[in-house]
């Protein structure tokens, strides 16, 4: 019964990343190239080209949250707007939303050109989302473990490998837990 419902709530999650408002400017840029096709289509199509990182944007907000100043994650490590960590720009003391929003969605196109260089088989918008959100939050050398599984073929292994990832310090923590569980979902889909 716990199962049922641990898998509604993720459904209900996932469900709110695929359908979530675009910024003003992906919206107005959008329009202007498929105005006619808009009013046709009731939701944005599922696999566009920039999609993946529009679904890994959200969900990386969500779970890393925002501070305008720095403050320590639970790891210990100082960290300022969504779960940056650079000291050059924790140094800086404040962050403005906008700031962080654009600095997050570069880190998020880096991430999604070094995810395509490590993983070789083709890979859904949801499953390269579900990794860059993973990525994002604990590294490229955890992401390796991940990767060489998916490039073995073991995709349902490597699905269930990302929930392995739950712990900090040696503790696991119910926030990671829910995140590592709604990347696992995402990249079912």
């Given at each position: 019964?716990n199962?049922?419902?641990?898998?509604?709530?993720?459904?209900?999650?996932?469900g709110?990343?695929?359908?979530?408002?675009?910024?003003?400017?992906?919206?107005?840029?959008?329009?202007?190239?498929?105005?006619?096709?808009?009013?046709?289509?009731?939701?944005?199509?599922?696999?566009?080209?920039?999609?993946?990182?529009?679904?890994?944007?959200?969900?990386?907000?969500?779970?890393?949250?925002?501070?305008?100043?720095?403050y320590?994650?639970?790891?210990?490590?100082?960290?300022?707007?969504?779960?940056?960590?650079?000291p050059?720009?924790?140094?800086?003391?404040?962050?403005?939303?906008?700031?962080?929003?654009?600095?997050?969605?570069e880190?998020?196109?880096?991430?999604?050109?070094?995810?395509?260089?490590?993983?070789?088989?083709?890979l859904t918008?949801?499953?390269?989302?579900?990794?860059?959100?993973?990525?994002?939050?604990?590294?490229?050398?955890?992401?390796?473990?991940?990767?060489?599984?998916?490039?073995?073929?073991?995709?349902?292994?490597?699905?269930?490998?990302?929930?392995?990832?739950?712990?900090?310090?040696?503790?696991?923590?119910?926030?990671?837990?829910?995140?590592?569980?709604?990347?696992?979902?995402?990249?079912?889909?």
């Amino acid at each position: 019964m716990n199962y049922v419902y641990l898998k509604a709530v993720l459904i209900a999650a996932v469900g709110c990343y695929l359908f979530w408002p675009e910024s003003d400017e992906e919206a107005i840029e959008r329009e202007a190239i498929e105005r006619p096709a808009l009013r046709k289509r009731s939701v944005r199509p599922i696999e566009s080209k920039s999609n993946h990182i529009n679904i890994a944007l959200n969900l990386i907000k969500k779970y890393e949250g925002f501070s305008d100043v720095p403050y320590r994650c639970a790891a210990g490590v100082l960290t300022i707007g969504y779960g940056e960590t650079d000291p050059a720009i924790v140094s800086r003391g404040y962050i403005s939303k906008e700031d962080a929003h654009n600095l997050l969605r570069e880190k998020i196109v880096m991430i999604s050109k070094d995810v395509d260089k490590k993983v070789y088989p083709d890979l859904t918008a949801h499953q390269r989302a579900a990794l860059i959100s993973f990525y994002y939050n604990l590294g490229g050398d955890n992401f390796k473990n991940i990767a060489s599984r998916i490039n073995k073929g073991n995709i349902e292994e490597a699905s269930d490998a990302i929930l392995l990832y739950d712990k900090c310090k040696g503790r696991t923590l119910k926030g990671l837990k829910i995140r590592r569980q709604e990347e696992q979902y995402l990249f079912t889909l």
